[in-house]
């Protein structure tokens, strides 16, 4: 699946993602924190450096993904 990543500064990147779901690809942007008191997990955008291609050479931080799109 080739999806467009948009960042806030206006940057744009094409990949092609492994996965088959684009709420795959969307979980791969989040950590899941485990809650005081064993009250449970919440999800938390990830603000650290991650690889947005499999080939390890585009390093991003999600939480300056301004928009995801689907191309065909």
Known sequence: ?????????GKEYILEYPGNTLQQFISSL?????LPMG?????????SFSFLDPESKIMF????VSSIEIIN
């Open 61 to 64: 931080n999600p939480s300056h």
């Open 39 to 47: 009250a449970g997990t919440v999800k938390v955008l990830k603000n």
């Open 30 to 34: 989040y950590n899941e924190n485990q």
């Open 1 to 9: 699946m080739k999806i467009k990543v948009i960042m806030d500064s």
